[in-house]
């Protein structure tokens, strides 16, 4: 089968890159023909392995910054509308130049199956593909994230799409209630558990990981593990990634003077080390698709205590079986919890063996046969 995976910028860090990357990856050791097109590149090599099976093209080069962008041949004309809503997370990627080289590329396809990764390119997809084209849409935030303009887009257009595939069942409940009519699907992305390091829960140490931007919530860890350094000053609280959010989380730390405990560590070489070497892991977030970092972090077996926020969470975690669910935003209750797990090594033992059971659930040979049985039904409608 020839399948097609639109992203963004597959050059950049971030879980929907890892996990597309990731989905092709496993589409081509499978057998089947795989390309993946990123509709911007900034960076000269890709962050994540790619299978040297998978096809990897640009529709827009913007290594050497964003001048007068050029597709086949000819400079591309402006677009008289824009494909993108205001309010889509991304828009800034979208100069006319860009939305014409993304809109020339999905009109021009005329078979396999393309697979859209973002609101933009999904609305992309579900306006201009031709109908010769399997369409599918992923979402990988819940809808309730997006903002208005997107939400009115995404009821307009989406119906044209043959299939979108959301991560949790919270989410194909939204989007069923939304758009009724749609074949929705819930897949989840996948999480290579095998062979990974387990971690012997020992270490003194609590790890979160995530783009620093105001939907991960670090802002509210910070002060949480300000009220666990107080109990447990012999505890470090490491953060991993980068991101807007990086100077104003720097003043957040000597804000509760906690720059003894909490660190800053930016991007890990491998976070796989990390995590093996954690003992908690800690998701804050606001809000949430499928928490791709909390799946790997069980995966190592670590105990996982995490606000529960739309959505996701309680989708993968039961509550006191294979990790803590806090409720959104209740900071001294997050630090309960992170208390609990480091006073009681049994407790943090026994959820931790639960969350290598639940991880199971996500592996890639469970997964992707959902993906290929997709999209094997939507061609024979054809």
Not at 41 to 69: K, M
Not at 270 to 276: K, P
Not at 326 to 337: F, I, M
Request: charged letters at 25%; proline letters at 6%; one cysteine or more.
């Amino acid at each position: 089968m020839n399948v097609r995976y639109l992203l963004l910028h597959a050059y950049g860090m971030g879980g929907t890159i890892r996990t597309v990357i990731s989905q092709a990856n496993e589409m081509a050791a499978r057998g089947h023909d795989v390309e993946l097109v990123s509709v911007v590149r900034r960076r000269e090599h890709l962050l994540f392995r790619l299978d040297p099976r998978v096809r990897l093209g640009t529709l827009a080069d913007e290594r050497n910054g964003r001048g007068p962008i050029t597709f086949q041949g000819r400079i591309l004309r402006r677009l008289r509308g824009k494909i993108v809503p205001r309010g889509e997370y991304a828009a800034s990627f979208f100069t006319p130049a860009v939305e014409a080289a993304m809109v020339d590329y999905v009109s021009g396809l005329r078979d396999g199956v393309l697979v859209t990764t973002r609101p933009a390119l999904n609305l992309a997809a579900a306006r201009h593909a031709h109908p010769s084209v399997i369409t599918v849409g992923q979402e990988h935030l819940n809808l309730a994230s997006h903002r208005e303009p997107v939400r009115a887009a995404i009821t307009r257009h989406y119906p044209k799409l043959r299939a979108l595939a959301v991560l949790t069942p919270t989410d194909r409940q939204d989007y069923e209630r939304l758009l009724p009519g749609l074949p929705i699907v819930q897949i989840p992305n996948a999480v290579h558990g095998a062979h990974r390091r387990r971690s012997k829960l020992t270490a003194k140490t609590v790890i979160a990981a995530g783009r620093l931007h105001n939907q991960k919530g670090f802002d509210l860890l910070i002060p949480a593990f300000a009220e666990v350094a107080e109990a447990h000053p012999d505890w470090t609280l490491k953060i991993y990634g980068s991101g807007p959010k990086k100077h104003e989380l720097r003043h957040r730390i000597d804000e509760f003077d906690v720059g003894d405990n909490v660190r800053l560590m930016g991007r890990a070489p491998s976070l796989e080390d990390e995590l093996a070497e954690s003992s908690i892991y800690v998701l804050s977030s606001r809000f949430e698709g499928l928490p791709m970092v909390m799946l790997e972090a069980m995966s190592h077996g670590l105990s996982i205590a995490a606000f529960d926020c739309p959505t996701g969470p309680h989708d993968v975690l039961t509550n006191e079986i294979d990790g803590l669910l806090v409720p959104p935003q209740d900071v001294s209750g997050l630090a309960a919890a992170i208390n609990r797990l480091i006073e009681d090594p049994e407790l943090r033992a026994r959820l931790g063996e639960a969350a290598l059971a639940t991880a199971a659930g996500y592996a890639p040979e469970a997964v992707t046969p959902r993906w290929e049985r997709l999209f094997a039904e939507l061609a024979a409608r054809d």
